[in-house]
């Protein structure tokens, strides 16, 4: 059975504000960041619920992501 993330990838989106905070946490320029969390998600293999969010931990980078919404809240590095 695959992931809800990944069964629901065309519903993942974000908000403007949210593409201008995950740009500055990660130092993405000229990205579009839904496709490059959608991206990342694809191939993640440690997703964890806590709550009402999914975490997505992918290489060095924690993606938060609404579970009712699939709104990205925000994404950034993993200090770890």
């Given at each position: 059975?695959?992931?809800?993330?990944?069964?629901n990838?065309?519903?993942?989106?974000?908000?403007e504000l949210g593409m201008e905070r995950i740009r500055k946490n990660l130092s993405l320029d000229n990205?579009?960041?839904v496709t490059?969390?959608?991206?990342?998600i694809k191939?993640?293999?440690d997703m964890t619920r806590r709550g009402k969010n999914?975490?997505?931990r992918i290489d060095d980078v924690i993606?938060?992501?609404h579970a009712n919404s699939f709104t990205i809240i925000t994404a950034h590095r993993d200090r770890r």
């Open positions: 059975m695959e992931h809800p993330l990944v069964t990838l065309d519903k993942i989106h974000t908000t990205v579009d960041v490059w969390c959608k991206q990342k191939t993640a293999t999914w975490y997505v993606v938060t992501i």
